[in-house]
T-cell receptor
Framework: EADIYQTPRYLVIGTGKKITLECSQTMGHDKMYWYQQDPGMELHLIHYSYGVNSTEKGDLSSESTVSRIRTEHFPLTLESARPSHTSQYLCASSVQIRGRTEAFFGQGTRLTVV | KNQVEQSPQSLIILEGKNCTLQ??????????LRWYKQDTGRGPVSLTIMTFSENTKSNGRYTATLDADTKQSSLHITASQLSDSASYICVVSDRGSTLGRLYFGRGTQLTVWP
């Protein structure tokens, strides 16, 4: 198992609330990612980071924001949660090893906005 | 457009039986292909990784094959167990970007019945 952690695992929250999903890795990886996954669907990249102070939007438009102040920490924030934000959010980090991209995933946060 | 297609979408087999999952991709330039197992509500866990020059790789009861010419991969599971029930995701990475982009299939939902 890789050392990448997400909290909380499950979250039920009311519409309009501000929430932050936490993601931390202890492997010293520079590249980190946030994916959104609806049931039975593929993972969609919503944010990524090359390193400290680097953040970019992914393929899927998302109203969330991210920050990367420390290498090991890549939190995702929703300023005002809506039911359409209900989904599973997966955090990942990656490293190049002998020319291959090794990616490691957290356990995910299942968010329900009511 | 880089894509990863998996089939079947879902599969039900009896415990002890074998099964084969398929993955076709159009990702180019190809770097490597990885099969992940994702239990419900959890993050994906890597099963095997294959590079361009590898045709077959085994991990216990899991055997992955890769035909880089036809851009097809398969994951064969032998002597299935109840714990094999999960979603199996084919992930292809390219080597055309510094990000080492990951392209995800939608997964095959495998259910093993006793």
């Amino acid at each position: 198992e890789a050392d990448i952690y997400q909290t909380p695992r499950y979250l039920v929250i009311g519409t309009g609330k501000k929430i932050t999903l936490e993601c931390s890795q202890t492997m010293g990886h520079d590249k980190m990612y946030w994916y959104q996954q609806d049931p039975g669907m593929e993972l969609h990249l919503i944010h990524y980071s090359y390193g400290v102070n680097s953040t970019e939007k992914g393929d899927l438009s998302s109203e969330s924001t991210v920050s990367r102040i420390r290498t090991e920490h890549f939190p995702l924030t929703l300023e005002s949660a809506r039911p359409s934000h209900t989904s599973q959010y997966l955090c990942a980090s990656s490293v190049q090893i002998r020319g291959r991209t090794e990616a490691f995933f957290g356990q995910g946060t299942r968010l329900t906005v009511v | 457009k880089n894509q990863v297609e998996q089939s079947p979408q879902s599969l039900i087999i009896l415990e002890g039986k074998n099964c084969t999952l398929q993955c076709n991709y159009t990702v180019s330039p190809f770097s490597n292909l990885r099969w992940y197992k994702q239990d419900t509500g959890r993050g994906p866990v890597s099963l095997t990784i294959m590079t361009f020059s590898e045709n077959t790789k085994s991990n216990g009861r899991y055997t992955a094959t890769l035909d880089a010419d036809t851009k097809q991969s398969s994951l064969h599971i032998t002597a299935s167990q109840l714990s094999d029930s999960a979603s199996y995701i084919c992930v292809v990475s390219d080597r055309g970007s510094t990000l080492g982009r990951l392209y995800f299939g939608r997964g095959t939902q495998l259910t093993v019945w006793p």
